[in-house]
């Protein structure tokens, strides 16, 4: 299956391939501050900071022509509280996001949008939590201000899309409204079990309120109001091997209690909503037993039966990764990614209420390169096609290009 291009081999050849790790955190940009990094880990402080940025262009269809940039500066510390204050398998963690730019998807008119970097543009007071491990570390319990999506419904291969029809978490139950999701934090805590040698299971409850998208709370919201709600994820986590090769599979329930959500084309609310949702990959391909190179397929899927209040009720995806495609880039990454989303009838009839087209599906399709500069920085050239953008049928289907360069500090 290895897959030898001479010329874009030769268009990169220029940035290596592999490495060996020479000395202490030669996998991040800075360096080890001239050892004061390894002073600082042993002294159980760890200091870390991660910029993305992606930059698209709409290049054909959609409703006019447009280029944008937005950036992402994700950066914090966490204390291991055992070798500072003694308190076994305990950390705390701080962090913070900056968030700035802007979008081409308004342009597109599409559901997804098609720069994952956009939302929440402003800066963000973000995890401030505190975990304990129990029972030799088979128990993990946070607690603390964090969202559903650092635990839920996510995996890293999702991390390779541009387009936040895969990337994060499955799409379809952030637009639901009601999964606390970065960069905006709640009060929330998690407690993860290990049930076997391959399995775990894990309870996470966050709050709801009218308010937790507002962007200019900058994460220093900590009000508990009567009136608010709470968000309750349950997920079950399997990653067995199979024929010597890795897989993961798992599936969740999201279920909301006392937490108000308007009701489509309707005066009514609902307070109890349920969401299901399920992932699966295996690398179904491995260029030899001692290497993780390799192809990757793997499938999404969410459900939900409320369509009174879901604008996707029904999401799925489909995605192929393959590391080290070219023999002289092992660590690069070549991803493609197919998405559906099938609309809400109630949705689309509150649309054609208001003198709208009602609308029935949209498609994503993205094919990336993600070239591994060194081992704290890299480049992603993207294309995505989408398929009916907005899901009316008056959008013509869309081309965006664009490339995502990242960096470890």
Request: aromatic share 14%; proline share 2%.
């Amino acid at each position: 299956m290895k897959i030898k291009t001479l010329t874009l081999s030769l268009l990169i050849a220029a940035t290596g391939s592999a490495w060996a790790e020479s000395e202490p955190y030669s996998d991040r940009l800075t360096g080890d501050w001239g050892g004061a990094r390894t002073d600082l880990a042993e002294a159980g402080i760890e200091v870390f900071a991660y910029y993305n940025t992606i930059t698209s262009s709409l290049v054909s269809g959609g409703i006019d022509d447009d280029t944008n940039f937005a950036g992402d500066l994700f950066a914090g510390v966490q204390f291991d509280l055992d070798k500072i204050l003694g308190w076994d398998a305990t950390t705390f963690t701080l962090t913070g996001i900056e968030r700035h730019g802007s979008d081409v998807t308004p342009n597109v008119g599409s559901q997804y949008s098609v720069m994952q970097l956009v939302g929440g543009q402003n800066t963000f007071l973000y995890n401030v939590t505190l975990e304990k491990l129990f029972a030799d570390g088979d128990i993990a319990v946070k607690l603390g201000r964090m969202t559903a999506t650092d635990d839920f419904v996510g995996s890293s291969l999702y991390s390779y899309s541009l387009s936040n029809a895969v990337n994060g978490q499955i799409r379809a139950v952030l637009f639901d409204g009601v999964m606390t999701s970065y960069p905006f934090p709640v009060w929330g805590g998690r407690v993860k079990a290990k049930v076997s040698e391959d399995s775990s299971l894990q309870v996470g409850v966050f709050q709801l309120t009218k308010e937790m998208w507002d962007r200019e709370k900058q994460g220093v919201d900590f009000s508990i109001d009567a009136d608010d709600g709470v968000s309750l994820f349950v997920q079950y986590d399997w990653t067995p091997e199979i024929n010597g090769k890795p897989a993961r599979f798992f599936a969740g329930i999201n279920q909301t209690f006392a937490f108000e959500m308007d009701e489509f084309n309707s005066t009514d609310t609902t307070d109890s909503f349920t969401r299901f949702y399920g992932h699966a990959d295996y690398q179904v391909y491995r260029e030899s037993a001692d290497s993780d190179q390799g192809l990757t397929l793997f499938m999404t899927f969410a459900y939900t039966a409320q369509d009174e209040v879901a604008i996707v009720p029904i999401q799925s995806t489909f995605g192929a990764h393959y590391k080290g495609l070219l023999d002289s880039r092992p660590e690069d990454r070549t991803v493609f990614f197919m998405t559906y989303g099938g609309f809400s009838d109630e949705y689309s009839d509150e649309l054609e209420a208001g003198l709208m087209s009602g609308v029935d599906y949209e498609m994503v399709f993205e094919l990336g390169h993600r070239i591994q500069l060194t081992e704290y920085a890299y480049i992603q050239p993207d294309i995505q096609f989408i398929k009916n953008p907005g899901g009316t049928g008056d959008i013509d289907d869309a081309i965006v290009v664009g490339a995502q360069i990242g960096f470890s500090f």
